[in-house]
């Protein structure tokens, strides 16, 4: 089993900057890929962006490409993303996620933290 806790959502202004973190615990993660998902009201949850524990291949919706960043510190079992320049319709629960890296669905997922993005 894989334990996953975020925190550092909350309410910023469009333009601003916010950090979320994401704690993994349980078991060692070096086959696991680590995602960000994001589900806005009346919206399907969609992949922002991910990375391989061990290889460092990253992913990035559209969307988001050159605004967010997503990194990791094996040595705290932290995956971050760290999100400029945020936008009105970045508003959304922000999920954290993992999966073994030869399997395609995420099996493990944390609580969710609310991004809140005002105009």
């Known amino acids: 089993q894989v334990q996953l806790v975020e925190s550092g959502g909350g309410l910023v202004q469009a333009g601003g900057s916010l950090r979320l973190s994401c704690t993994a615990s349980?078991?060692?993660?070096?086959?696991?890929?680590m995602g960000w998902f994001r589900q806005a009201p009346g919206k399907e949850r969609e992949l922002v962006t991910a990375?391989?524990?061990?290889?460092?291949?990253?992913y990035y919706a559209d969307s988001v490409a050159g605004r967010f960043t997503i990194s990791r510190d094996n040595a705290k079992n932290t995956v971050y993303l760290q999100m400029n320049s945020l936008k009105p319709e970045d508003t959304a629960v922000y999920s954290c996620?993992?999966?073994?890296?030869?399997?395609?669905?995420?099996?493990?997922w944390g609580q969710g933290t609310q991004v809140t993005v005002s105009s």
């Open positions: 349980g078991r060692t993660l070096n086959n696991y890929v």
């Open positions: 990375i391989t524990w061990s290889g460092g291949y990253t």
């Open positions: 996620a993992a999966r073994l890296a030869a399997r395609r669905t995420y099996d493990y």
